[in-house]
């Protein structure tokens, strides 16, 4: 079975620092792994994705995120955050050979002016 | 404009009644996806589709019935709606069989069960 666990519901931080996102996951064979934002009243958008490959993974909007096999974890990060950034932010994982994501319960990015 | 698109975006209903939603989506994705998303809980996929009449159970598909006779159109039927199922609902759509593949997500319905 696989899951994930978003540590943080909420996160607050102040406009240009910089912030990290916090997502670990449990699986016994290899993952896929996403990041997915949802701006308010919308659907949720891909943010990044980790198949394989390196392990530092970039994603749209300046977004990065490094996949951690030996701490099973893949922590969203962000320099400087913008207003416009703020928004909720799922981690989601996804198992070779079967078909379902299995999202995190989210985290709650509260940028401040 | 391509994408998928849900109706209606936003429901009430009252307890017992019968409920669908809809979901279009014009890419012809093979793959479609009902997801429930709750304070505490994230998303939690109730039903997925691999094609036309093709459907199967995802983790909370109590209470649901889905259907999908074109490969367009994929909609979530509530037959005796309960408080619980009081929700967002957002239909999601992947174009391969691989699930590497990104989901496209509907901007959600809203259904409150009185």
């Known amino acids: 079975a696989q899951s994930v666990t978003q540590l943080d519901s909420q996160v607050p931080v102040f406009e240009e620092a910089p912030v990290e996102l916090r997502c670990n996951y449990s699986?016994?064979?290899?993952?896929?792994l996403f990041w997915y934002v949802q701006y308010p009243n919308q659907g949720l958008q891909l943010l990044l994705k980790?198949?394989?490959?390196?392990?530092l993974v970039k994603g749209i909007n300046g977004f990065e995120a490094e996949f951690n096999k030996s701490q099973t974890s893949f922590h969203l990060r962000k320099p400087s955050v913008h207003i416009s950034d703020t928004a909720e932010y799922f981690c989601?994982?996804?198992?070779?050979?079967?078909?379902?994501?299995?999202f995190g319960i989210g985290t709650k990015l509260q940028v401040i002016p | 404009d391509a994408g998928i698109t849900q109706s209606p975006r936003y429901k009430i209903t009252e307890t017992g009644r019968q409920v669908t939603l809809m979901c279009h989506q014009t890419w012809s994705h093979s793959y479609m996806f009902w997801y429930r998303q709750d304070l505490g809980h994230g998303l939690r996929l109730i039903y997925y589709?691999?094609?036309?009449?093709?459907?199967d159970k995802g983790e909370v598909p109590d209470g649901y019935v889905v259907s999908r006779s074109k490969t367009e159109n994929f909609p979530l039927t509530l037959e005796s709606a309960t408080r619980s199922q009081t929700s967002v609902y957002f239909c999601a759509s992947r174009e391969t069989e691989i699930n590497t593949g990104e989901l496209f997500f509907g901007e959600g319905s809203r259904l409150t069960v009185l």
């Open positions: 989601a994982v996804s198992q070779r050979g079967y078909q379902k994501v299995t």
């Open positions: 699986s016994s064979v290899s993952v896929y």
């Open positions: 980790y198949l394989s490959g390196s392990t």
């Open positions: 589709s691999a094609a036309a009449d093709i459907t």
